[in-house]
């Protein structure tokens, strides 16, 4: 059966971002494109911080990038600043950018090991632009320097969730999409197929279609209350279920920092994103070691301003949906499954979901090998975002608590353990399968946590070490100069992209 009718179900990021993309389709096919959503019914709206990947999107969408950051309050984001998950006082940032970069094949980390074995003290870390620019508190674009002598800039966005599906509403619209506003009272399946085929809204109007999009949220009003698809649950290895959410103003006369926050806490940790003109914050903790009260009064204890609106908790538990794509309906953002927003995955998953989506459909029907083909590539990358977030909570040294002996004692996949234990012998990392996180995720957390290189790659040891020294210095030499030349990341955004107050 042909799809000529798309229906989204829910009006957050996940169902605007879905409706920006596929409005494209209407500039060659007659499809229509419809949007339901109720404004009585909230959204969650934590997912302030992006990853890079997620610049790519509105780059295929031809959105102007100040005009947006000005529309959403957005700042700009060159990594993750981790404090006190390795042990109680441990700081460091995984940055968007690699590490130096490669000499005859081999990855710098391999390179800076060797020098280190030889006596070189310098941190990893100083041979990251992006860690340095974070740490001074500078930004600047790679066009505003581009110059084949020095390194680019690597960077995400922090953005207002709730500004940026209003955006990319009117984006959507100009473009076709029709918006209906109304709960989903009931669905009607398809006797034979078991296809959704018509949604009945509460005040009785019917929407039909022919490809749904279910952006519900954690409900899963259709992949999981019409079609009972099922949930893989892995709060085994990732015990965190519930979060607190305050947004604040920054009373502390702070400017925005060009990175993300992650403290870890007793049992669980906190997310401070700036945004122009306030912070979103959170508190992620699990409700097995730590009651709401506290985590509230832990949150409200350390933000930089006083709470501007009521807290909003939430609960959740951590996996996925055993089929992401089942029949006619396609699960994105929540709906298809919860990754804590501890590696800023939620809205990147949501992208890669549609990624996947447009690049297997075909508007000429539904086939079961598009959906297989869907639900296994998008299920390994659940999972290898999985063991990058068991990652954080099992490679600690903390004992203060029950949560982190818990954390610290339990089992882990076994993707996991050979991760790690390849690079506790030989510093290697494998990315696999088009994996989100590379080598230099992988190679932050794991150093900025305790586990230690026990050696390196050997082809590493061929290079003249005088012609090593030489290379390393001058990238740190550039770093440095780079850093030194920039603006602050505030002043940056008052000249790029400046919000209304």
């Given at each position: 059966m042909a799809i000529e009718r798309i229906v989204?179900?829910?009006?957050?990021?996940?169902?605007?971002?879905?409706?920006?993309?596929?409005?494209?389709?209407?500039?060659?096919?007659?499809?229509?494109?419809?949007?339901?959503?109720?404004?009585?019914?909230?959204?969650?709206?934590?997912?302030?911080a992006t990853i890079p990947p997620f610049v790519n999107f509105n780059k295929l969408l031809e959105i102007d990038e100040a005009e947006m950051l000005a529309a959403v309050q957005g700042t700009f984001k060159l990594g993750i600043q981790f404090a006190n998950w390795g042990k109680l006082g441990d700081r460091y940032i995984h940055p968007f950018g690699g590490y130096g970069y490669e000499i005859e094949g081999v990855s710098f980390h391999h390179l800076w090991h060797r020098l280190h074995a030889e006596g070189d003290?310098?941190?990893?870390?100083?041979?990251?632009?992006?860690?340095?620019?974070?740490?001074?508190?500078?930004?600047?674009?790679?066009?505003?320097?581009?110059?084949?002598?020095?390194?680019?800039?690597?960077?995400?966005?922090?953005?207002?969730?709730?500004?940026?599906?209003?955006?990319?509403?009117?984006?959507?619209?100009?473009?076709?999409?029709?918006?209906?506003?109304?709960?989903?009272?009931?669905?009607?399946?398809?006797?034979?197929?078991?296809?959704?085929?018509?949604?009945?809204?509460?005040?009785?109007?019917?929407?039909?279609?022919d490809l749904f999009i279910d952006c519900s949220g954690f409900r899963g009003l259709l992949i999981e209350q019409a079609l009972g698809t099922g949930y893989e649950d892995w709060t085994h290895w990732l015990p965190c279920d519930r979060a607190v959410a305050l947004?604040?103003?920054?009373?502390?006369?702070?400017?925005?920092?060009?990175?993300?926050r992650a403290t870890a806490h007793s049992a669980g940790w906190q997310w401070q994103v700036p945004l122009q003109h306030r912070n979103g914050n959170g508190h992620v903790y699990c409700s097995e070691f730590m009651a709401d009260d506290e985590a509230h009064d832990i949150?409200?204890?350390?933000?930089?301003?006083?709470?501007t609106a009521d807290p909003n908790f939430l609960r959740f538990t951590t996996g996925r949906r055993k089929k992401f794509w089942n029949r006619n309906v396609v699960a994105l953002g929540l709906a298809a499954g919860f990754m804590e927003p501890l590696e800023s995955t939620s809205i990147h998953l949501i992208n890669?979901?549609?990624?996947?989506?447009?690049?297997?459909?075909?508007?000429?029907?539904?086939?079961?090998?598009?959906?297989?083909a869907f639900n296994r590539l998008t299920g390994i990358e659940y999972a290898r975002i999985r063991d990058f977030l068991i990652l954080h909570y099992h490679t600690t040294t903390r004992d203060d608590s029950e949560f982190w002996n818990h954390c610290r004692t339990m089992a882990v996949p076994d993707t996991l353990t050979e991760k790690t234990e390849l690079f506790r012998r030989s510093g290697q990392i494998f990315r696999e399968e088009d994996e989100l996180f590379n080598e230099t995720s992988w190679t932050a957390v794991m150093t900025g946590q305790g586990i230690a290189m026990g050696g390196h790659n050997v082809m590493a040891?061929?290079?003249?070490?005088?012609?090593?020294?030489?290379e390393i210095d001058g990238i740190e030499k550039s770093i440095r100069y780079l850093v030194g030349i920039m603006p602050s990341h505030a002043a940056y955004l008052r000249k790029y992209c400046p919000a209304p107050a």
């Open positions: 989204i179900v829910g009006g957050g990021t996940a169902g605007w971002m879905a409706a920006a993309t596929l409005s494209r389709i209407r500039t060659g096919r007659d499809v229509a494109i419809t949007l339901v959503a109720s404004e009585a019914i909230g959204t969650v709206g934590v997912g302030e003290r310098r941190p990893l870390q100083v041979f990251n632009l992006e860690t340095l620019a974070a740490h001074f508190g500078k930004f600047a674009r790679t066009a505003d320097y581009a110059s084949d002598d020095l390194p680019p800039m690597n960077y995400a966005y922090h953005i207002d969730a709730g500004r940026y599906a209003a955006f990319l509403r009117r984006y959507a619209e100009a473009r076709g999409v029709e918006r209906r506003e109304g709960r989903v009272a009931d669905v009607a399946l398809d006797g034979e197929s078991g296809f959704v085929t018509t949604l009945t809204l509460d005040d009785g109007s019917e929407i039909s279609g947004p604040c103003n920054r009373d502390d006369g702070s400017e925005p920092a060009p990175f993300t949150l409200v204890a350390n933000m930089a301003g006083k709470p890669t979901g549609i990624s996947k989506l447009v690049s297997v459909l075909s508007l000429d029907g539904i086939t079961q090998v598009q959906q297989d040891d061929g290079l003249a070490l005088d012609r090593l020294r030489d």
